[in-house]
Nanobody
Framework: QVQLVESGGGLVQPGGSLNLSCAAS????????MGWYRQAPGKQRDLVAR???????TYAPAVKGRFTISRHNAGNTPYLQMNGLKPEDTAIYYC??????????WGQGTQVTVSS
């Protein structure tokens, strides 16, 4: 079973930037798509951005134009560039990889806090 671990979270002022990485312990075969999700206190876990194996991307309206998702680590995991951060971006961010078949893969999350 492949394990995922996020990194790159932290405290940043409004308008600042952070980059989130996701390390995988092995290769995930036949990836359909991968992405980043976030969950703020008292809120559901929501999709932030997603990238498909063909390279196309989708973004939540709240982050469109500010965040950029790409594939790293030999295409196994997603990377997220976050610019123009706002207080409402404060959440735990999770990387996610969906292969063909039954299972999926999740990291344990990394905290992003946007505050002055």
């Amino acid at each position: 079973q492949v394990q995922l671990v996020e990194s790159g979270g932290g405290l940043v002022q409004p308008g600042g930037s952070l980059n989130l990485s996701c390390a995988a312990s092995g290769t995930i075969e036949r990836i359909v798509h991968m992405g980043w999700y976030r969950q703020a206190p008292g809120k559901q876990r929501d999709l932030v951005a997603r990238i498909f194996n063909g390279g196309s991307t989708t973004y939540a309206p709240a982050v469109k134009g500010r965040f950029t998702i790409s594939r790293h680590n030999a295409g196994n995991t997603p990377y997220l560039q976050m610019n123009g951060l706002k207080p409402e971006d404060t959440a735990i961010y999770y990387c996610n990889v969906i292969p063909a078949g039954w299972g999926d893969y999740w990291g344990q999350g990394t905290q992003v806090t946007v505050s002055s």
